[in-house]
Each structure stands twice: as structure tokens, then as C-alpha cells.
């Protein structure tokens, strides 16, 4: 089994590059199974997203705001919004997705139709994601060009870059036409949005070292009751739970990617107790951080 890894900077931003310059715009089928922990964690991007459900059923979480799409659903990721992906329900999840520069749809940024189309999309803050179903006509009509698309591109046709670029502009276009308030010329995030960025940071910075609530607080200049608020309205989750968590996808990782002992990898991710992280790392993964570690391995191989 390959294993996924979304790979972020201090940030959260995505490291991955999509696509190739002279065509940004890369398009993947991937089931949760195969991800650390059957998640894509919190992370953001430059490009747009769009995400088309297969099999299963998965919660898609943006800040403040979540959605269950089952198959035959697809939903709209802006870019540079935070969003994590995960499994619902007991079955696995498959998913295609298509991830671009969104000057594929308008070419350079200062063109007509990019100003016109693209840019006030982009520019608009409160548009984090959206949601299609097959009930409305017009979203069936979405689903159908972005799915037509996908086959192209997985069977490798020669013209897939100007199929998925056709069935993008079509998407954009339809989108706008009857949704024309996705339009924005609103440019400044939200302060919420700008503090849950800096507490990202901050963690993904210094999750290594002995960090509390506290000093996450610091990192927004905002009390430990507001840190405590934002985490858990804008991710669901508290300041420790989180920690905890990227704590674990990190030592998964490390224990994947490194001959680093296992004691090493607890302390080098922050675990000052070898035994809590063991057992932690049961809990999340269902495997001791020693079984792992071989049978991770065995499946890359």
C-alpha cells in the first residue's frame, strides 16, 4: 500500500508542486485508506481545488464550516483555503481531484477574463469551499464535465490538458453564471482566519520542543481562552488535541522515512515520555510505532 503524505511548510502552506509550469494543473485518484491517519490534515494552497467523491463518503472541513459529500458529490476548494479531508463512515473513501492554477482559466493575471472572472473569486474570502449535488441541474451538469475529464486524463489520451482545461473554463463559467454572488472584490481575510494561521505556524514550528497553550496563545497575541475558541470554532478540535495529532503524523513520517530508534523519533517529535508515545501512537494508527514502521516498508517496496 503506497503511503500519502501531505507535506506543509511552517505555515501549513502545501509543499507539493501540482502540475509541470507549463501546465499547472495535476489531477489524482486516491483512496483515504492510503493516507497517515485516513485524513488529508489542515493545509492550504495557491491553486484551486475541486474534489469529486467516487466511493464512500468524506467530511470536508474548511474554517468554520464543514460538509459530508458521498459519491457522486464534488465540491469547490478555493484557493488559499485551510481544509482537511476525512474518511466518513466505515468504508473506505475514493476520491479524483483536480488541482490548478487558476490563471488556467483566464491565462496571465492581467487579462480580461482573469480580472473579470477569476480574480473576484479568488479575492472572495468568504467563499472557502461549495458543494455540488447531482439534485440540482446545473451542479449535475458540473459534476458530469469535471467526471467526463478525469477519464480522459486517467486513460492518457493525448489531448487530456485540453480536455481538463475545457471542462475547468466550463465549470468556471457555469459556476459564475448561476452563482454570479461568488464574486468579490473583498481582498482582506478574516481575522480569525489570520490568527488560525499564525497558532498553525507556531505549532508546526516548534512542535519538537516542550510548547504550552500558552505560548500558542502568544503567537496571536490572544488570551488561552480565545486560542481554546478558535481551534475549536474554526477546527473542530482544541490546541492540544492538534498538537498532539501533527505530533503523530510527524513521528509516522519519521518512522517511515528515517532508521532513527523509536525512542529517538518520540523525542525528536516532542514526546518527552517514549511510553505515552507508544501508546498515543496505538491509538491513532492502530499498530505499535515498532509494527509500523515494518509493515509500512513492506508495502512501499
Known amino acids: 500500500m503506497q503511503i500519502y503524505k501531505i507535506e506543509t ?15 499547472p494543473c495535476a489531477s489524482y485518484d486516491e483512496w483515504f485508506s492510503k493516507f497517515f491517519g485516513g485524513e488529508v490534515p489542515w493545509h492550504w494552497h495557491d491553486e484551486v ?26 465540491i469547490f476548494v478555493n484557493a488559499g483555503a485551510l481544509h482537511k479531508l476525512t474518511n466518513n463512515g466505515p468504508g473506505d473513501c475514493r476520491i479524483l481531484n483536480a488541482v490548478f492554477n487558476p490563471q488556467m482559466i483566464g491565462g496571465q493575471s492581467f487579462s480580461r477574463i482573469y480580472k473579470k472572472h477569476v480574480l473576484p ?74 490568527r488560525l494561521h499564525a497558532l498553525l505556524n507556531y505549532i508546526h514550528d516548534n512542535h519538537g520542543t516542550h510548547i504550552s497553550v500558552a505560548d500558542i496563545s502568544l503567537a496571536a ?28 503524523r510527524i513521528a509516522a513520517q519519521m518512522l517511515v522515512e528515517s532508521n532513527k530508534a523509536i525512542t529517538k523519533v518520540a523525542y525528536d517529535t516532542g514526546f518527552s515520555c517514549p511510553a505515552y508515545f507508544a501508546k498515543k501512537f496505538k491509538l491513532a494508527f492502530e499498530k505499535t510505532p515498532k509494527n509500523f514502521r515494518q509493515e509500512s516498508r513492506l508495502e512501499t517496496h
Open 9 to 23: 511548510d511552517e505555515s501549513g502552506r502545501e509543499l507539493t508542486s501540482h502540475g509541470a509550469s507549463d501546465f
Open 49 to 74: 481545488e475541486i474534489v469529486l467523491v467516487v466511493e464512500g463518503s468524506t467530511k470536508v472541513e474548511c474554517i468554520g464550516k464543514s460538509e459530508i459529500l458521498t459519491a457522486g458529490e464534488m
Open 121 to 194: 473569486v479568488l479575492n472572495n474570502k468568504q467563499l472557502l469551499s461549495y458543494k455540488f449535488s447531482p439534485e440540482l441541474t446545473w451542479h449535475q451538469t458540473v459534476i458530469d464535465e469535471l467526471k467526463a475529464a478525469f477519464v480522459v486524463w486517467q486513460n492518457e489520451s493525448d489531448d487530456y490538458e485540453f480536455v481538463m482545461t475545457m471542462a475547468l473554463m466550463k465549470f468556471w463559467h457555469l459556476f459564475g453564471e448561476n452563482k454570479p454572488d461568488i464574486l468579490s472584490n473583498a481582498q482582506v481575510p478574516s481575522t480569525n482566519e489570520k
Open 221 to 248: 497575541n490572544i488570551s488561552e481562552s480565545e486560542c481554546y475558541r478558535l481551534f475549536r470554532n474554526g477546527l473542530k478540535t482544541t490546541p492540544n488535541n492538534y498538537l498532539l495529532n501533527y505530533r503523530l
